[in-house]
């Protein structure tokens, strides 16, 4: 498949898409960064990322909408900060934290407790160090610490990854025959 991937991005460029390829990043790293720098740039910008991988949801904010399509299990999903609440039980800024200590599975990201658990401690601590100051945190922590620290470095999003500057992407039209 990584054989296709330069007739990919020249038929990309050639319909005016814009690609940014940096083997330093993951691609879910660049789409992040792109999509809160480009939020950033004007209170009027909104950002929607095309994702299947749960991760994104710790992106959706009021302008960063996250679409995950069609799945065998599920029908398309646009997720908002409300409907992350309804659906996961927590907002999205604390979807982080929470991926942190159940893992990811698909991604290799070890489970340090069920998912229960987990969504207990982050909508009942406003952080992960407040927890850690409590016995039971604490005791977590200490047997705990070296895969707590992997996790979080595997599930944050890389923020400043996008270098791009935006004034030099050319939007052009799109041709319908």
Not at 72 to 92: C, H, I, N
Not at 125 to 150: I, M, P, R
Request: aromatic share 8%; hydrophobic share 35%; charged share 30%.
């Amino acid at each position: 498949i990584y054989d296709l991937l330069p007739s990919v991005v020249e038929c990309l460029n050639l319909c005016g898409v814009h690609v940014q390829q940096d083997s330093e990043y993951e691609a879910d790293d660049l789409v992040s960064s792109a999509s809160k720098k480009w939020t950033a740039l004007n209170p009027s910008n909104k950002s929607i990322i095309v994702a299947k991988d749960k991760d994104s949801l710790q992106n959706v904010s009021e302008r960063i909408l996250c679409f995950t399509p069609d799945t065998q299990d599920a029908s398309d999903v646009t997720w908002t900060e409300a409907r992350v609440k309804l659906e996961k039980g927590m907002y999205p800024k604390e979807y982080l934290r929470y991926q942190v200590l159940v893992g990811d599975r698909i991604d290799n990201i070890p489970s340090l407790m069920p998912p229960r658990k987990a969504k207990q401690i982050v909508t009942t601590y406003t952080s992960l160090k407040d927890y850690f100051k409590t016995e039971e945190g604490s005791k977590f922590f200490k047997e705990n610490k070296a895969a707590l620290t992997l996790n979080k470095l595997l599930v944050t999003m890389v923020a400043d990854s996008w270098k791009t500057d935006f004034s030099k992407i050319k939007v052009t039209g799109s041709r319908h025959n």
